[in-house]
C-alpha cells in the first residue's frame, strides 16, 4: 500500500490552463503538505495543512489554491498556468517519527 | 531564517569506500533533523531521522550524527556501492516545516 498517493505522476499542460494535483495518504498523520523542486533541485515548502486547517503558506502565488477536504487529502489547484510553474510537485505527511513524501507530479507548462 | 547547506555538492567515490556527507545549518531550534536519498526522477525516500536530544542514529550501513550547538549533522556511508549512487538530502525540523539542505548528488563506481 503506498503510504502517500499523488496523481497524476506527470502533467503537460498549456500556459494558462488550469489544473489540480490530489494527494491522499493512509498513514493517518494530521499534517499534510506541498513542496516544490525546482529546476536546481531544491526543494521548498509552499502549504501545510493540519486537520485540514491552513497552517503555513510560504509566499506563494494566489494561483495556487490548497484544498483539504479531509485530513488524508491536500490537493493542489493552480490556475492561469505560466511557465514558471514548471517544476516537481511533492505532497507529504508528517508525524513525529518523519516526514514520508510521494513521488512527485512533474508539471511541464508549454 | 534557517539555511541549511550541504558539502560537497558532488561526489564520487570507488566503490568499497567510506565516506561522509556533511550538513550545516543556521538556527540550532530545531526539532529534528531527517536524511533523505533521491534518485533520478524519483520521490525522497527517508533514511534516518534525528531526534533533538539524540546524538546519532544507525541504520544497517548509515550512520547519521547531529551537533545542534553547533548546528552540524553528518551523514556516514560504510563500504559504498553502486546503488547507494543518488543524492542525498539533509532536511531540519522546526515546529511547522522541514527547510532542505542543497542536496550532495553521490556517484559511486565499479
Known amino acids: ?110 | 531564517k534557517q539555511e541549511v547547506t550541504q558539502i560537497p555538492a558532488a561526489l564520487s567515490v570507488p566503490e568499497g569506500e567510506n565516506l561522509v556527507l556533511n550538513c550545516s545549518f543556521t538556527d540550532s531550534a530545531i526539532y529534528n533533523l531527517q536524511w533523505f536519498r533521491q534518485d533520478p526522477g524519483k520521490g525522497l525516500t527517508s533514511l534516518l531521522l534525528i531526534q533533538s536530544s539524540q546524538r546519532e542514529q544507525t541504520s544497517g550501513r548509515l550512520n547519521a550524527s547531529l551537533d545542534k550547538s553547533s548546528g552540524r549533522s553528518t551523514l556516514y556511508i560504510a563500504a559504498s556501492q553502486p546503488g547507494d549512487s543518488a543524492t542525498y538530502l539533509c532536511a531540519v525540523w522546526t515546529a511547522s516545516k522541514l527547510t532542505f539542505g542543497t542536496g550532495t548528488r553521490l556517484q559511486v563506481t565499479l
Open chain 1, 1 to 110: 500500500d503506498t503510504a502517500v498517493s499523488q496523481t497524476p505522476k506527470y502533467l503537460v499542460t498549456q500556459m494558462g490552463n488550469d489544473k489540480s494535483i490530489k494527494c491522499e495518504q493512509n498513514l493517518g498523520h494530521d499534517t499534510m503538505y506541498w513542496y516544490k523542486q525546482d529546476s536546481k533541485k531544491f526543494l521548498k515548502i509552499m502549504f501545510s495543512y493540519n486537520n485540514k486547517e491552513l497552517i503555513i503558506n510560504e509566499t506563494v502565488p494566489n494561483r495556487f489554491s490548497p484544498k483539504s477536504p479531509d485530513k488524508a487529502h491536500l490537493n493542489l489547484h493552480i490556475n492561469s498556468l505560466e511557465l514558471g510553474d514548471s517544476a516537481v510537485y511533492f505532497c507529504a505527511s508528517s508525524a513525529p517519527r518523519g516526514y514520508t513524501f510521494g513521488s512527485g507530479t512533474r508539471l511541464t507548462v508549454v
